[in-house]
């Protein structure tokens, strides 16, 4: 039986089991903004005002708290990929997955490393999503290349390594969107074909999948696949 589906939906929940759930993933998030992702199960439960026996229930898995309490975050930057690819301007697309993307470790604190925890999945059906999303983005980078917007030596472990540097910065400064939002005008502007000045030294072996950002995880590398 899939995990998901013992796993009892919001609507079929009664009330006081309902805001149990929401107090659960909410307090998800804030743990694992301020302790990582692999911060205890009983923290969480502490945080939320329940038992460790609740909090299981709801939720059999630290996989499958993790993946509810972002669920909202991973369909928005899924959408954003989606729709990126979609646009008929490579570069706009690509402007506004990178965008998204930076809002999203912006605004919640733990997301980045529920994402990447999202990718070594090993059950068919995410690593058939996984795999998918990483021919998606190499699609959309070949379109902007192609449409002489994105630098030509622009390669996909560049996007890896340009949130790899956004999450430091709101790490730092938690609270300062305005130094977020400039970096990120920085990065973008650094990626346009017009910027390119030069060689570049060779590209990193980082990913999506293997950045070092979950707590106490060390840094998984693996080839980004072209």
Do not use: K
Not at 45 to 61: H, K
Not at 71 to 99: I, Y
Not at 111 to 120: I, M, N, Q, T
């Amino acid at each position: 039986m899939e995990e998901s589906s013992r796993i009892a939906g919001p609507a079929s929940l009664r009330a006081d089991a309902r805001r149990n759930q929401e107090r659960i993933l909410v307090s998800a998030r804030a743990v694992f903004a301020e302790h990582g992702i692999d911060a205890p199960m009983a923290t969480v439960a502490r945080r939320a005002g329940v038992g460790v026996a609740t909090l299981y229930r709801r939720f059999p898995t630290r996989d499958a708290l993790v993946r509810a309490a972002f669920a909202q975050q991973m369909e928005t930057c899924a959408r954003a990929l989606t729709e990126a690819l979609a646009d008929p301007d490579p570069w706009r697309g690509f402007q506004r997955l990178v965008e998204t993307a930076c809002e999203l470790q912006r605004e919640e604190q733990g997301f980045s490393a529920a994402f990447v925890a999202a990718f070594p999945d090993s059950r068919v059906e995410h690593a058939q999503a996984r795999e998918q999303a990483e021919r998606d983005l190499l699609t959309l980078v070949r379109r902007a290349q192609a449409a002489g917007a994105l630098r030509a030596d622009f390669h996909p472990s560049d996007l890896a390594v340009a949130l790899l540097a956004h999450c430091g910065l709101v790490t730092a400064l938690p609270r300062d969107s305005a130094a977020s939002r400039r970096l990120v005008a920085y990065l973008l502007q650094s990626f346009r074909a017009e910027a390119a000045h030069g060689a570049l030294p060779p590209p990193s072996t980082l990913s999506l999948r293997s950045l070092p950002l979950a707590a106490d995880n060390a840094p998984r590398q693996r080839p980004f696949r072209t």
